[in-house]
Structure formats: structure tokens, C-alpha cells
């Protein structure tokens, strides 16, 4: 009995995390709205981001996105690790968690486990995007091209001071390697 009441509050502990993560963005911050999906969809290369374990030791990462059969979104990361010189790569998917022309999605890599995906910014060309996650720790600043302009770095740095994010905690991506 104890084995099943011990079981029972793990998962609706994980069943807790895992809604309330999908869901959320940060007090403060708000998602893009009139989002168009089909813009975004595409190879996105990451220009700038907080460090996090996944992501950790990778370099010329990008992000590419293409609409599903059943209209949730396939995400592919990949990045060169520069200390075991290696390709990573990890296939996801995304969801809008209310209406797809609001940009604050649930991502996942790992089965049922979602976590907070949020265009806060973007520019009227789709060129260059800032997301964060479901908390302040989770920052990347993203680029349709290798470089990003200066104004728009300045601009996407100010913003995301503004909205409590420690911006001198990014690390600025390099893209040197041919895949």
C-alpha cells in the first residue's frame, strides 16, 4: 500500500510540474501576438543564449521547424560540441498552448515532459527573434543568418533587461563550423 500511495504522489507531482511548466511565461513578459506560424517556420540560427545543460559546450546551433500532419510543430536542435567534437542533435515537437496566433508554445524532447517556449519578440521580416522559457533562466535570441545586426542585438538586449532577464549571463554562439 505504501508503494502505491508513494508512486501516486510522484506522479501527480511530475503531472503538476509538467502542466504548470507547459503553460507559463514569465510575470512580466508577454508573447508576441498576431504570430504567424508559417513565418516562422524554418532554420533559425541561435545567436545568443542563457547556459543550461542541453545545450552546454554547443556551438553552431541552430533550430530548425516545419509543420506536423497533425498541426503541432517538429523541432530539431542541433549543435556541434566543441569539446568532443561531435554533432548533437535532439528532435522535439511544440504545441501552441492557447491559440496559434499567440506565440507562447509548450516544447518537448522527452516524451510527456513539456516545457515553455515564448516569442516575446520578433521583427515584421521574421529575421530575428527573442524567446524566452517559462522563467527567467531560459533566453535565446535567434537569427535567419549566422550575424545579427547591431541595433537589433541592442534593441533585444534592452528589452530583455526591461523584462528582468540578466542579459550579461548570455553566451554569444559562434558559427565556425561546416556541417
Known amino acids: 500500500m505504501r508503494k502505491i500511495k508513494t508512486f501516486s504522489i510522484i506522479c501527480s507531482t511530475m ?19 498576431a504570430f504567424e506560424q508559417e513565418r516562422y517556420l ?24 516545419e509543420l506536423n500532419p497533425d498541426n503541432s510543430i517538429k523541432v530539431v536542435n542541433r549543435g556541434y560540441n566543441y569539446v568532443t567534437n561531435e554533432w548533437k542533435e535532439a528532435t522535439g515537437k511544440a504545441k501552441f498552448v492557447e491559440k496559434n496566433d499567440v506565440a507562447m508554445l509548450k516544447v518537448s524532447f522527452f516524451g510527456p515532459f513539456y516545457a ?3 516569442v516575446i519578440a520578433i521583427d515584421k521580416n521574421y ?6 522559457g517559462s522563467s527567467l533562466k531560459y533566453l535565446w535570441i535567434l537569427s535567419r543568418t549566422p550575424q545579427l545586426p547591431q541595433n537589433i542585438k541592442e534593441e533585444y538586449l534592452q528589452l530583455a533587461h526591461e523584462k528582468g532577464f540578466k ?13
Do not use: M
Not at 503531472?15 to 501576438?33: H, N
Not at 532554420?43 to 553552431?60: M, Q, S, T
Not at 529575421?127 to 524566452?132: D, E, G, K, M, T
Open 15 to 33: 503531472a503538476f510540474f509538467s502542466l504548470t511548466a507547459c503553460s507559463t511565461i514569465p510575470k512580466g513578459v508577454e508573447a508576441v501576438t
Open 116 to 118: 515553455g517556449y515564448n
Open 167 to 179: 542579459v550579461e549571463n548570455l553566451i554569444w554562439v559562434e558559427h565556425n563550423q561546416q556541417e
Open 42 to 65: 524554418g532554420k533559425w540560427y541561435e545567436i545568443a543564449r542563457f547556459d543550461f545543460r542541453f545545450e552546454r559546450n554547443l556551438n553552431n546551433t541552430t533550430a530548425f521547424y
Open 127 to 132: 529575421q530575428y527573434a527573442l524567446v524566452s
